[in-house]
């Protein structure tokens, strides 16, 4: 069963919208949520569950970035790497919390979430959530919209910051809920500078750290980066980095042990952006698996596919078929989950 279909309010805008209101039957309630949120996350309950009334979501469609506010039950959240590489999505989706808190784990970290914090999430890893009732306003966009700080997105994956230690997330912060306040009153031809202007915001609120002294997590940080930005150099590896930042290998190991070593971390970036080339839709079809191995640094193509058959489980050529398998069933009124396929093409 779908989210309960509503009468959109009686107003002027003509900026698309998706609405989830919960009924009077609290088990068919708690069903169409966890339908409503499986393009993103797999739901699952805890003691304390409860779909009432106050449990609602809005989901606004800008053209390049989903904006939107959420009165969540108390739930667990996981996003797979297996859903996260069939899905292929490059997206970062970001929460300003107002009530509630969550315990997010990651392979590298745990971190809880209280109100006034923003969370990142990377939707091409995995992540598992705890959360109590929560309110919060998202912000879902490609991870290219973030422009030069786009290469930050993997390493923050999981990570916090505070709008009460920062007067730029503080900026954003309130741009992003009065935007979410203001989409029922705003008419599409304004849709496309609003997006730009909260992406730009986003980028900008997005932390380096340097204001915390932590010099090791900066250089971590700018390491990731680099790493992003170099994939498909075959050459990426500790000797390239070690020389490019001034870092011994004990230090950089030190850095990438939570991710089973620098070379496993490479290794697993390169294959998540060979997914997405394989996935992504293109006018010319499918790449050959050749020309995706050589993009994504690989030296070869039997090695490409083996690495990649261990990662995902399936050979490079049936990776369409495996992300149409793997993929959230689609509704028929499964807006939320068609547009976050579709946003940045």
């Not at 730029?168 to 730009?196: I, K, M, T, W």
């Not at 915001?201 to 940080?221: F, H, I, K, Q, Y």
């Not at 990662?311 to 547009?339: I, K, N």
Request: hydrophobic share 40%; glycine share 6%; net charge negative.
């Amino acid at each position: 069963m779908a989210a309960v279909a509503v009468e959109d309010p009686p107003m002027t805008s003509d900026i698309p919208v998706d609405r989830f209101v919960s009924n009077d039957d609290p088990a068919e309630s708690w069903k169409s949520w966890k339908e409503h949120i499986d393009p993103v996350f797999e739901v699952g309950s805890l003691p304390d569950t409860h779909v009432g009334p106050s449990v609602t979501m809005q989901s606004y469609n800008l053209g390049t970035v989903l904006v939107g506010e959420i009165s969540a039950p108390a739930q667990t959240l996981e996003r797979t790497s297996r859903k996260a590489a069939v899905q292929g999505l490059d997206h970062v989706l970001i929460q300003f919390y107002e009530n509630g808190s969550s315990l997010i784990r990651t392979d590298r970290s745990e971190v809880t979430v209280r109100p006034s914090d923003f969370v990142v999430y990377d939707l091409s890893q995995s992540v598992m959530v705890s959360s109590s009732a929560v309110t919060a306003t998202n912000i879902l966009l490609p991870r290219a919209l973030l422009g030069n700080r786009s290469g930050l997105v993997s390493a923050l994956h999981g990570s916090v910051f505070n709008t009460t230690q920062d007067k730029g997330a503080e900026l954003f912060a309130f741009y992003l809920r009065r935007l979410v306040a203001s989409c029922d009153g705003l008419n599409a031809h304004q849709a496309p500078n609003l997006a730009e202007a909260a992406a730009s915001l986003c980028a900008t609120a997005l932390p380096s750290w340097a204001v915390d002294g932590v010099a090791e997590r900066r250089v971590s940080l700018k390491v990731r980066a680099f790493i992003q930005d170099n994939l498909g150099v075959p050459e990426l590896g500790p000797e390239m980095i070690c020389a490019r930042f001034g870092l011994s290998r004990a230090t950089l190991y030190r850095q990438f042990a939570a991710d089973d070593g620098v070379q496993n971390y490479i290794r697993n970036r390169r294959l998540s952006q060979a997914m997405r080339l394989l996935t992504e839709p293109a006018e010319d079809g499918r790449p050959r698996i050749s020309s995706v191995a050589y993009a994504a640094g690989f030296s070869d193509e039997r090695s490409f596919s083996r690495a990649f058959k261990r990662r995902f489980g399936c050979l490079p050529r049936d990776a369409a078929a495996e992300r149409a398998a793997g993929s959230p069933r689609v509704q028929p009124d499964d807006t939320l989950g068609d547009w976050i396929q579709q946003l940045g093409l």
